[in-house]
């Protein structure tokens, strides 16, 4: 009887130890998106406009929020954003994430 208790015991503390494992998701906001605050932007003016830069996701303020926007054409950012790939076209080396497409530079 000892034994079928450990076992039952055993089966819904290791059942319950798999319900608890959690899947971490990152979701990308769409362009037009409303965002409230952000995490250690980096701030860009090109051509005297302020963008922000932050974890790959170029944004717009809006008085105290920000808006999700497409990247300004001809923006240079020093480090690239994590999880971005390696694209190869008619041999040239480019690198893509969220839909944007960033080659290197000189200077």
Do not use: C, D, E
Not at 38 to 66: C, T
Not at 82 to 97: D, I, L, S
């Amino acid at each position: 009887m000892k034994n079928v208790k450990l076992v039952l015991i055993m089966m819904a503390f290791l059942g319950g130890s798999f319900l608890v494992q959690a899947h971490h998701i990152k979701v990308k906001p769409r362009y037009g998106a409303v965002v409230v605050k952000l995490h250690r932007p980096k701030i860009v003016v090109p051509g005297g406009s302020n963008f922000y830069f932050s974890n790959g996701i170029w944004y717009k303020a809006n008085g105290k929020k920000f808006v999700v926007v497409k990247a300004p054409a001809g923006i240079r950012i020093k480090r690239l954003p994590r999880g971005y790939r390696t694209v190869w076209v008619n041999g040239r080396k480019y690198y893509k994430y969220n839909g944007i497409w960033y080659s290197k530079s000189k200077g």
